[in-house]
């Protein structure tokens, strides 16, 4: 397995009689890669059409020279000032309808036919320029889609776009107006030209409507990537790649994996933990200086499908960031530790965000590898750790684990459309599932509707909210065990509730008689032990019931290889259904003590320790914030 570490560099940020020494001393510190280029267009074509390509020669030559390979960026996440000249009408809007402005990055709508335009431009002249260039190793498009809420636009571009899109869909705008059910509340079109984004309603638009829009916004994601991806592939052989982030789900990331060669993901466990996770203050007290034990580990396994096999981490918080609530500090090892469950996750590379912090700019309280001065920051002593340690480990991949999860983000998308209770959020009930999976130790492989299911011993998907023909048609024909539901099914494509009545699994008599969300002061607690929370359906049918609540109503159905759960389990009973499914499926958890994680390769076990204080485990002293990795 090969393995190795990087850094994000900006020379542009720097002297360039700095360079020099800064390459040596990433080569000395252990590092291969180093990622340039991507924040750069107003050093590269300072005019339109007037470009200064030298210091970018030269400071490729440089880091190259020194024995790096470089990750070029495409600069399209930051267009310069004169950009807004040329296309004034190419920013995003928000929900409100506003332009957003200039004056940080990302600054751009998806849909903007004249934007996209002038990134098929610069791609093509940093292709011709750099794509056979021996020390351009791969290449990054843009930077993080999505970042700062950039998914979503309501301008008028994204709305010519929409109107396109729908006449493409549905053909005419009788059958939009039958798919969506604009019958209801008289909202029937009579022209594709009638149809408006659906924000500023007075209340909700018809979720159809929206889904359509959410679809539709995914969809603008991938073909503006795919633009820069022809015109990269016809100047190089180099692999292209995106660096995706945690928790966002607002594009379907599977799909823009297809068009590349490299998931890679940038990892900030400490920043989610305070802004992305919904964290009690509880869990984050305990975790503040080591993340979220299960979030950068769910990342590593999401990106390695939508990478179909090959992942990276591009960039990994090296210190205190400067983004989230709150910026503490890791603990000691922490920046070692990140680097090496994701190498035990598969990842082929692990890249450092950033080489020196900078004196200037939003970023000011990031932390580097280096300071601002110059001297090493903590981390750079972990990564030369890690360096010499992948140098002289080896181990075998682990194979496809026994477990799927399925993620699929129209379903997110479904949910967040019409959620029917305020905490149903479809990340949140995937990650549910997960963790509790790690809690038995199990590897996992989260996958997309459309992996094939051979193989697997047990296949889970809660609240796919469309199961389209050829997932039904898999799940017939699979022979392992599957856990479905809650809320799986529940919905067409147009986002309409099916009749005959959900769930409508192969072999399965059962049916949603009648659904309930229910608020955080109520559960309904469940013969034996735990309770459903959130969220409850009713269920009939003549399957049998391998769980019911205290008052003798089903919580799960299940006839063959398919169970169909009622509703939100909380953890006790999550760990129950999952041990249970486990034990039909012929899988033997393997649980480590709680602060642990484990990943096991197909010749090594990996133990993480997420908590402050050393845990002893078989004997064995894991130390804080430590990494032990024995031999199976
Ligand atoms: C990422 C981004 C980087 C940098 C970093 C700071 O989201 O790609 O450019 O801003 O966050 O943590």
């Known amino acids: 397995m090969s393995r190795a570490l990087g850094v994000c560099y900006y020379p542009e940020h720097w002297p360039e009689e700095d360079w020099e020494g800064d390459a040596r001393r990433m080569v000395e510190t252990g590092l291969r890669w180093v990622r340039i280029g991507e924040f750069a267009w107003s050093k590269i074509e300072p005019n339109p059409d007037s470009f200064a390509w030298d210091w970018l020669d030269r400071a490729i030559d440089v880091l190259g020279t020194a024995?790096?390979?470089?990750?070029?960026?495409?600069?399209?996440?930051?267009?310069?000032?004169?950009?807004?000249?040329?296309?004034?009408d190419m920013l995003a809007h928000d929900a409100n309808g506003r332009p957003r402005r200039f004056g940080s990055r990302r600054h751009y709508c998806f849909s903007h036919v004249g934007y996209r335009g002038e990134?098929?431009?610069?791609?093509?002249?940093?292709?011709?320029?750099?794509?056979?260039?021996?020390?351009?190793?791969?290449?990054?498009i843009d930077n993080e889609y999505g970042c700062h809420d950039t998914t979503i636009s309501y301008s008028p571009a994204a709305r010519d776009a929409f109107r396109a899109w729908c006449r493409d869909r549905y053909g005419s705008v009788d059958a939009l107006n039958k798919a969506w059910g604009n019958v209801f509340w008289s909202m029937d079109y009579r022209d594709f030209d009638d149809i408006d984004l659906p924000n500023l309603t007075v209340t909700e638009p018809n979720p159809a409507h929206a889904m359509a829009f959410r679809r539709f916004t995914s969809d603008q994601v991938i073909a503006f990537n795919q633009v820069q991806v022809r015109e990269l592939r016809a100047q190089t052989d180099r692999p292209l790649l995106h660096n995706y982030m945690?928790?966002?789900?607002?594009?379907?990331?599977?799909?823009?994996?297809?068009?590349?060669?490299?998931?890679?993901?940038?990892?900030?466990?400490?920043?989610?933990?305070?802004?992305?996770?919904?964290a009690s203050p509880d869990h984050r007290k305990t975790f503040m200086r080591q993340g979220d034990p299960d979030f950068q580990a769910f990342h590593h396994d999401l990106y390695r499908s939508v990478g179909r096999g090959r992942w990276w981490i591009i960039e990994q918080q090296p210190g205190p960031v400067n983004w989230a609530a709150w910026n503490p500090a890791p603990l000691a090892g922490m920046a070692r530790l990140w680097a090496w469950e994701?190498?035990?996750?598969?990842?082929?590379?692990?890249?450092?965000?950033?080489?020196?912090?900078?004196?200037?700019?939003?970023?000011?309280?990031?932390?580097?590898?280096?300071?601002?001065?110059?001297?090493?920051a903590p981390a750079l002593g972990e990564a030369e750790q890690v360096a010499q340690e992948i140098a002289a480990a080896s181990d075998a991949a682990a194979g496809p684990a026994d477990v799927a999860l399925v993620f699929d983000y129209p379903s997110q998308w479904a949910?967040?459309?019409?959620?029917?209770?305020?905490?149903?959020?479809?990340?949140?009930?995937?990650?549910?599932?997960?963790?509790?999976?790690?809690?038995?130790?199990?590897?996992?492989?989260?996958?997309?509707?459309?992996?094939?299911?051979?193989?697997?011993?047990?296949?889970?998907?809660?609240?796919?909210?469309?199961?389209?023909?050829?997932?039904?048609?898999?799940?017939?024909?699979?022979?392992?065990?599957?856990?479905?539901?809650?809320?799986?099914?529940?919905?067409?494509?147009?986002?309409?509730?099916?009749?005959?009545?959900?769930?409508?699994?192969?072999?399965?008599?059962?049916?949603?008689?009648?659904?309930?969300?229910?608020?955080?002061?109520?559960?309904?607690?469940?013969?034996?032990g735990g309770s459903i929370e959130r969220w409850f359906e009713t269920l009939e049918g003549t399957a049998d019931v391998p769980f019911t609540t205290e008052a003798g109503q089903p919580v799960a159905l299940r006839a063959?290889?398919?169970?169909?759960?009622?509703?939100?389990?909380?953890?006790?009973l999550l760990d129950r259904i999952l041990q249970d499914a486990c034990s039909l499926a012929g899988i033997?958890?393997?649980?480590?003590?709680?602060?642990?994680?484990?990943?096991?390769?197909?010749?090594?076990?990996?133990?993480?320790?997420?908590?402050a204080a050393s845990v002893s485990w078989r004997g064995t002293k894991v130390p804080a914030a430590g990494v032990l990795r024995e031999k199976l």
């Open 119 to 140: 990134c098929q431009r610069i791609a093509r002249l940093l292709g011709k320029r750099y794509g056979q260039n021996p020390f351009v190793k791969a290449w990054q």
């Open 67 to 88: 024995g790096l390979d470089v990750i070029l960026g495409t600069p399209t996440a930051t267009p310069p000032r004169w950009m807004l000249d040329r296309h004034p």
């Open 342 to 376: 994701a190498f035990a996750h598969g990842a082929e590379a692990v890249c450092y965000f950033r080489w020196r912090q900078a004196p200037f700019g939003q970023e000011q309280h990031h932390s580097g590898l280096l300071r601002a001065d110059g001297a090493p």
């Open 588 to 611: 033997t958890p393997d649980p480590v003590p709680a602060p642990l994680r484990q990943r096991k390769s197909a010749t090594h076990r990996y133990l993480f320790n997420y908590s």
């Open 246 to 278: 945690g928790r966002v789900t607002d594009f379907d990331h599977y799909d823009v994996g297809t068009d590349l060669d490299i998931a890679t993901w940038d990892s900030y466990p400490i920043g989610f933990l305070m802004d992305r996770l919904g």
């Open 560 to 572: 063959g290889g398919v169970t169909y759960l009622a509703g939100w389990p909380d953890d006790t």
């Open 415 to 528: 949910w967040e459309t019409q959620p029917q209770g305020r905490d149903f959020d479809y990340f949140e009930l995937i990650f549910s599932f997960y963790r509790g999976l790690r809690r038995l130790g199990l590897n996992v492989d989260i996958v997309s509707g459309d992996a094939p299911m051979s193989g697997r011993k047990l296949v889970i998907a809660p609240g796919m909210a469309t199961m389209g023909q050829d997932f039904l048609g898999a799940l017939g024909a699979f022979e392992g065990q599957a856990l479905l539901g809650p809320r799986t099914n529940a919905r067409t494509a147009e986002m309409s509730l099916p009749v005959p009545l959900p769930p409508n699994l192969p072999g399965l008599d059962a049916r949603v008689a009648r659904l309930e969300s229910l608020p955080p002061f109520a559960s309904e607690p469940v013969a034996a």
